[in-house]
């Protein structure tokens, strides 16, 4: 199967497996020794390039309102599919023409991929058209996990109502006052005065980092769940709710429901008992072996393609 990605990002081609920033978009298009392209190339490309298309659409997409992308991309793909980006209602945040604009998409497309069950049923509801979940995946060649107990609390966003950072903050304290936050675009200055940042780096270095902590928490909305993902690939114990599905399949012992600051704030309690936190450490690396493999990635892609 021949598959190709479109985006944003202003890189082409194939992802080689050492790549240094492996995020999410870029480690599922290695995992699928897919190629990708940015936007402004589709109109270039040969008719029935690809099996089967990807397309992760812009936060902001303004620009395509005027733009054939639908024709562009069928004429290219011989099956069209979008990937859900950010939390599932995101989307509606933007202007009516874009929201418009976007239902209309993709209620055009053959599957809708998505983050979260949660999701599914969300973008189910919505349209008439097929959803499956495109898991979350880690290209782990080279990277070693974590060998020994780190140290520190780190909590998986920053002071906005999306990422609940101070709502992560507030169980972390039950725990420690050597609270690390990481960065993003959206962090705001007076932050730097309650608690410590790991600056923007790249994924790979990120990893590493990472290790260095004892517990996670994140109390945001349900995304593509990386933070969860990558804390469990550690056995790293991490806080967060039930509607990722990185969180709720990799750390069941630890899952809170929507809003349940008073549960969350009791884990955070029990893991400082040396047994919970084994318990909690061991379940978590198991459950990622069982659930969240490249290859378990690769057998859920097939299978999706293999279904009638």
């Known amino acids: 199967m021949k598959i190709g990605f479109f985006s944003e990002a202003g890189y082409e081609g194939k992802v080689s497996r050492n790549h240094p920033n492996m995020r999410t978009d870029v480690a599922w298009v290695c995992a699928l020794d897919a190629t990708h392209h940015p936007f402004p190339r589709l109109q270039e490309l040969p008719n029935n390039l690809y099996d089967v298309g990807v397309m992760i659409l812009p936060k902001k997409r303004e620009t395509l309102l005027n733009y054939p992308l639908l024709e562009q991309y069928r004429r290219v793909c011989k099956k069209v599919t979008v990937m859900q980006e950010s939390y599932y209602n995101y989307w509606q945040d933007s202007s009516i023409a874009e929201q418009i604009w976007y239902f209309n998409f993709i209620t055009e497309m053959d599957i809708i991929f998505c983050h979260n069950d949660v999701d599914l049923m969300y973008y189910s509801g919505l ?3 097929r959803t499956e979940l495109l898991p979350t995946v880690m290209i782990t060649d080279g990277i070693a996990r974590r060998d020994e107990l780190g140290s520190g609390v780190i909590i998986g966003g920053n002071w906005v109502r999306d990422y609940g950072g ?4 507030q169980v972390a304290l039950e725990l420690t006052d050597d609270i690390t936050a990481v960065t993003t675009g959206r962090m705001k200055k007076e932050e730097s005065q309650m608690l410590k940042h790991i600056p923007w780096v790249l994924w790979r270095e990120w990893i590493d980092i990472l290790s260095q902590f004892n517990i996670g928490v994140q109390l945001g909305t349900a995304a593509a769940g990386t933070f969860n993902l990558n804390c469990s690939f550690h056995g790293i ?3 967060a709710y039930s509607n990722s599905n990185t969180q709720r399949i990799l750390h069941p012992l630890t899952t809170v429901e929507l809003g349940d600051l008073e549960r969350a704030k009791e884990i955070a309690n029990k893991l400082k008992d040396d047994k919970f936190y084994k318990l909690c450490m061991e379940t978590t690396k198991k459950r990622y072996e ?7 990635f690769l057998d859920n892609w097939n299978r999706v393609w293999n279904e009638k």
Do not use: L
């Open 237 to 239: 114990p991490c806080i």
């Open 290 to 296: 069982m659930y969240y493999t490249e290859k378990v």
């Open 127 to 129: 349209t008439n058209v």
């Open 166 to 169: 101070f709502d992560s903050y």
